[in-house]
């Protein structure tokens, strides 16, 4: 179960981002500033750190390009980016709630690229995570629905980008998982795809800057200590600890840990804010946290049953094979 709780813990460490992300955003600082001096730091960080342990930086490319373009480029620069950028179109229960679309696409597409089977609970274990995310944000619908602000802030059009950008960071990042776990399966240690990542990430927000909106570039009056705390909390710490779990479990299952994301909010704006959980939320926490159990104890069961004398067939679990 090391896996699962480990994907738990960085999801944690992801919900702590939000303390300081959205205050930036409601200040007025650029999406693309913060994303993009966010990875610089990482950058940095990962850098010094590899060449102060005397670890080796130099990433093997052949073959891995595409896998660090998607986990990089499109997953740790666009998504974050869209992701980020959605608030400014929909009130961010919308955006978070839509969110939880991203473990369909990881699903379905770690079956496909990585050839993951799924046994034959699974589509119950992924049925139930994702039940208890829409219990868990289904107070925040309910009144969305009564408010009618679901067209988002200004008219149908913004509302239809804002969708765009949430549906972007959905793809981005559920394909990110599956790549990110073939990079771990052709030899990549966690070093190198992290550094992988940001580095990708970095180029791909230099390039849009440059293109874009070369403002970002200058920092007068950018608060660059509070995205120096994302960088460490969301990046360094959440995703060192993500991609420790993801070694451990398949994408399909990592998926469902992330659900946890949600628990770990609630938890927090609770201790942070004073807000209160509601029953129907601690029912969706649980069996949030229950599909994500399940799911990799029969993935356990699977591999150990995979080891067991073939002769035994499929009563070997109850013989004395």
């Known amino acids: 179960m090391l896996g699962v709780f480990s994907i738990f813990l960085a ?29 610089l730091f990482l950058v940095a960080a990962l850098f010094i750190y590899l060449t102060s342990r005397q670890q080796t930086w130099r990433l093997p490319l052949r073959g891995n390009g595409l896998n660090i373009f998607i986990i990089g480029g499109l997953g740790s620069a666009i998504g974050t980016l869209a992701f980020t950028a959605a608030f400014s179109y929909h009130n961010p229960s919308v955006v978070i709630l839509l969110q939880k679309l991203q473990p369909l696409v990881a699903i379905f597409a770690a079956r496909w690229i990585l050839g993951e089977r799924w046994n034959r609970y699974f589509m119950v274990f992924a049925l139930l995570g994702i039940s208890g995310a829409l219990l868990m944000m289904g107070e925040d619908l309910l009144a969305l629905g009564k408010r009618h602000t679901w067209q988002g802030y200004g008219d149908a059009a913004m509302a239809w980008q804002g969708y765009g950008l949430i549906f972007v960071a959905v793809i981005t990042w559920g394909l990110a998982t599956v790549f990110g776990k073939r990079l771990l399966n052709n030899g990549y240690n966690n070093g190198q795809i992290l550094l992988a990542r940001f580095g990708a990430a970095l180029l791909t927000l230099g390039v849009l800057a440059l293109v874009i909106q070369p403002g970002v570039f200058i920092v007068k009056n950018v608060p660059l200590e509070k995205i120096a705390a994302l960088a460490l909390i969301a990046g360094i710490l959440g995703m060192s600890i993500y991609y420790y779990g993801l070694k451990r479990v398949p994408a399909h299952v990592a998926t469902l840990a992330e659900l946890f994301f949600p628990i770990a909010a609630i938890t927090i ?53």
């Open 11 to 39: 999801s944690v460490f992801w919900a702590l981002d939000t303390l300081i992300r959205y205050p930036l955003m409601q200040a007025g600082v650029p999406a693309l500033q913060i994303v993009l001096f966010e990875h």
């Open 269 to 321: 704006n609770y201790i942070a804010f004073g807000a209160t959980i509601s029953f129907v939320q601690a029912i969706g926490a649980a069996l949030i946290t229950l599909a994500a159990l399940l799911a990799q104890r029969q993935a356990l069961t699977d591999q150990l049953l995979q080891h067991l004398p073939s002769e035994c067939g499929d009563q070997r679990v109850y013989s004395q094979c």
